[in-house]
T-cell receptor
């Protein structure tokens, strides 16, 4: 596609439910990032993929969070047993080279009620 | 570990005023530096970047930034802001380890 695509764009879920967020990076981009942006705050790094390996998972806030990537394609971020503090916009970005410009998706706005 | 600090959380200016947003980073090795902008309701997008060479880089819409290695700084400037520059601005550092670290962002409000 022309840009990074994320789905769903909005998700409302009940506390305790699991959610899965999807990111389709730009074709050919080897690097993929997940960030979280809480209301009024900056970007919080979650995880970085190079291909389908994740050399840096240091930003995942707890073991309820996990992510995987298929080859150099789609990535999913899964949050198990969601909590209200998980409410945020989850942003995905991809880049052509490891140190290149990051292209962002429009984000998934997650609301846990 | 690398970190990025943006000194101003919210800046309010009148049109035609000059802008300078501060960005300092901490990392001892080679870095690539970026400024991203997020206009209301839009994606984050690249404003400008520095990889090497001339430390004064020019980006879109009249923005520029200067890399001062001795000060670990990459401040963003624009001589005369417009109402349409109202947005959130993020400074970012990327190292050869591959991970990009973003600052907390600065919200710029330009009054017409």
């Amino acid at each position: 596609g022309a840009g990074v695509s994320q789905s769903p764009s909005n998700k409302v879920t009940e506390k305790g439910k699991d959610v899965e967020l999807r990111c389709d990076p730009i074709s050919g981009h080897t690097a993929l990032y997940w960030y979280r942006q809480r209301l009024g705050q900056g970007l919080e790094f979650l995880i970085y993929f190079q291909g389908n390996s994740a050399p840096d998972k240091s930003g995942l806030p707890s073991d309820r969070f996990s992510a995987e990537r298929t080859g150099e394609s789609v990535s999913t971020l899964t949050i198990q047993r969601t909590q209200q503090e998980d409410s945020a916009v989850y942003l995905c970005a991809s880049s052509l080279a490891r140190v290149g410009e990051a292209f962002f998706g429009q984000g998934t706005r997650l609301t846990v009620v | 570990a690398q970190s990025v600090s943006q000194h101003n959380h919210h800046v309010i200016l009148s049109e035609a005023a000059s802008l300078e947003l501060g960005c300092n980073y901490s990392y001892g090795g080679t870095v690539n530096l970026f400024w991203y902008v997020q206009y209301p309701g839009q994606h984050l997008q690249l404003l400008l970047k520095y990889f090497s060479g001339d430390p004064l880089v020019k980006g879109i819409k009249g923005f520029e930034a200067e890399f001062i290695k001795s000060k670990f700084s990459f401040n963003l400037r624009k001589p005369s802001v417009q109402w349409s520059d109202t947005a959130e601005y993020f400074c970012a550092v990327n190292t050869n380890a591959g991970k990009s670290t973003f600052g907390d962002g600065t919200t710029l409000t330009v009054k017409p």
